[in-house]
């Protein structure tokens, strides 16, 4: 099963930011997916002078208010643009709720990343109704639509367009705009949206 890449998104969107400003910190608030984690990346990401805040292992599993504790101050620090990666079901949704008095101080945008070929996001119905679900128990308003869309390695440019094509009729029906594209970095495709080039950190563990 491929992932909606949220990951991969926070990760280059956080090295990104760090080319043109100082302060970058990536929080990592992914309680969800024992693969692909941002924390992972924690020793590279603070060679390049980003602060990798997460909670500590022991307690990743822990009260939400120990998860708030540990990474709440970053999002109200003004001097830091901060990337948060957060778990993509309805666990990963409350533990953002949970830091929303953080949030709600901070200028923020909210962005959903959508993968076509994941299940349960095949069409505009089943995500329509994920976006409504994760913005409820996260208690935020989404901002942004992500297309990225893919089938691993085997990715070419007619899944990309498929995937843009389901989500622009997704941003059409809700009114939420697209942000971009996700694609690797080793991919040349130009389509509706703005492209995103990543490079790519996660690995299969299979």
Do not use: Q, W
């Given at each position: 099963m491929f992932g909606s890449g949220k990951?991969?998104?926070?990760?280059?969107?956080?090295?990104?930011?760090?080319?043109?400003?100082?302060?970058?910190?990536?929080?990592?608030?992914?309680?969800?997916?024992?693969?692909?984690?941002?924390?992972?990346?924690?020793?590279?990401?603070?060679?390049?002078?980003?602060?990798?805040?997460t909670a500590p292992d022991a307690y990743i599993h822990a009260d939400l208010p120990i998860i708030a504790a540990e990474v709440g101050g970053y999002l109200s620090n003004e001097e830091y643009f901060t990337v948060a990666d957060v778990g993509g079901n309805e666990d990963g949704a409350i533990v953002l709720g949970s830091l929303k008095n953080f949030l709600d101080k901070s200028k923020k945008s909210v962005f959903f990343v959508i993968n076509v070929f994941r299940p349960f996001s095949s069409n505009e119905d089943e995500i329509i109704s994920n976006i409504l679900r994760i913005s409820q128990s996260a208690r935020v308003k989404i901002d942004y639509l992500i297309n990225n869309s893919n089938i691993g390695s085997e990715t070419g440019a007619e899944e990309i367009e498929n995937g843009e094509e389901i989500v622009k009729a997704v941003s059409i029906r809700t009114g939420i705009p697209v942000a971009f594209t996700a694609i690797s970095n080793d991919i040349d495709y130009s389509g509706t949206f703005p492209v995103f080039k990543m490079v790519k950190f996660m690995k299969n563990p299979w």
């Open positions: 990951t991969e998104i926070s990760l280059n969107t956080a090295l990104n930011l760090k080319r043109d400003v100082e302060h970058v910190a990536l929080i990592d608030i992914d309680v969800i997916s024992p693969y692909f984690r941002s924390r992972d990346e924690k020793s590279y990401l603070e060679k390049t002078g980003i602060k990798m805040v």
